[in-house]
């Protein structure tokens, strides 16, 4: 006999498959098939733009063209570069690394939930669009990532000329030209309003009613998270473990950028290039050190941690917090990062005992979505091309 957790599964299992049957669909007609959110019932729909509908032939195309390399100046990149499905699309860098070499001053992001985050990057109020988001890297010149600045046109060309894009592009939009970098933003951000977690084992204990689903250690770990003492929820609470949300249930997005403690600089108040948080957007000195609270879904396999990257396991960011900020005893940076006067007030510190502290470990190992990360449907459709691929991946002239 089925038990009403076995029975609220099955349909969830169903949903990944018959999603994963739409991304890989490559015909002309399923562009006109209506988009079926593959969510479990207590989760609310992202919203999607009225210029930008979604579409299993444009999530198709999209998902073609954030592995293709082919966006980048040399060939040697694509999207999933910096954004790896197995690391719940991040790449295990402390900092990104761009085509031409450079080291970037940032952490890449995961994607997982993205379509839910109403501001898409670490420090920009003013990015919050997937379609305009994409242009960064493939067009950015501070830092240089995708390198393409000045090469949209040799782009559009490149595209045009591919027999797999014509059919690609023809089936997701129906223009007379439709090879633009328009219409390549607005498939890259359908795909990724695509990646869908929300079926970690946390996930099946709470809202499956499975409660062999975690073990005893998790479960603590779960009180620990969610009591006042330590405070994690209230920057990492709702169902995407995040203070930066946006749904259909919510009136208005909700967006949250918080400081710390990373840094203090001896109470100077000075960050290093990169680090300076919104204050580089807005310039006010209050702004200084903050970033937008990432998720925790999958931050088991998001490490190393924080906007630069600059803590490398989950126990020594429980040690952070516990301190209240980080203390640099020596070297350009050194400062105690409690004593920061931006630092917001949640980080106020806490006594974690080590068994507690395991606790809380295993309870954030408890968010990895397993699946998601192997989803077939998130795999390089070009890998399978083998050596006839090296034409059809060479960069942009």
Not at 68 to 82: E, F, K, N, V, Y
Not at 176 to 204: E, H
């Amino acid at each position: 006999m089925r038990t009403a957790a076995t029975s609220t599964e099955r349909p969830r299992a169903r949903a990944r498959r018959a999603a994963a049957a739409g991304l890989l669909a490559l015909s002309a007609a399923a562009g006109a098939a209506p988009w079926d959110w593959p969510l479990p019932a207590w989760v609310p729909r992202p919203p999607v733009p009225a210029d930008n509908p979604m579409s299993a032939a444009k999530v198709t195309l999209g998902r073609h063209l954030f592995f293709d390399t082919r966006l980048s100046i040399d060939g040697s990149m694509a999207c999933a570069s910096c954004h790896v499905p197995a690391r719940a699309f991040t790449d295990a860098r402390a900092r990104a690394v761009g085509a031409t070499g450079e080291l970037h001053p940032r952490n890449s992001m995961g994607l997982a939930n993205v379509a839910y985050f109403p501001v898409l990057t670490w420090a920009d109020p003013g990015m919050t669009r997937l379609e305009d988001q994409a242009r960064v890297p493939m067009f950015g010149r501070h830092p240089v990532e995708m390198g393409l600045a000045g090469r949209e046109a040799a782009l559009e060309r490149l595209l045009a000329r591919d027999p797999r894009y014509e059919r690609l592009f023809r089936a997701a939009f129906d223009d007379d030209d439709p090879y633009t970098i328009a219409n390549l933003t607005r498939a890259l951000a359908a795909y990724q309003r695509t990646l869908l977690s929300f079926d970690a084992p946390y996930d099946r204990y709470r809202y499956g009613g499975r409660r062999d689903a975690i073990g005893p250690a998790a479960r603590r770990g779960e009180a620990l998270f969610f009591s006042e003492r330590l405070g994690c929820f209230h920057c990492h609470g709702g169902v995407l473990f995040t203070d930066s949300v946006q749904h259909e249930r919510l009136e208005r997005p909700e967006v949250a950028f918080h400081n710390t403690g990373l840094y203090n600089l001896d109470g100077r108040g000075a960050y290093p290039a990169g680090n300076q948080g919104l204050k580089e957007k807005t310039g006010r000195a209050s702004d200084m050190g903050r970033f937008r609270t990432p998720s925790l879904r999958n931050v088991a396999l998001t490490a190393p941690y924080m906007h630069d990257g600059s803590i490398a396991t989950l126990g020594e960011v429980i040690d952070h917090y516990a301190a209240g900020g980080r203390t640099i005893a020596s070297g350009p940076l050194r400062g105690v990062g409690a004593a920061n006067p931006y630092k917001s007030g949640f980080v106020r510190g806490f006594r974690l005992g080590a068994r507690e502290k395991a606790d809380l470990i295993a309870f954030l190992e408890s968010l990895t979505d397993h699946a998601f990360v192997a989803e077939r449907a998130h795999r390089d459709p070009h890998a399978a091309d083998g050596p006839a691929a090296d034409a059809f991946r060479r960069g942009v002239r």
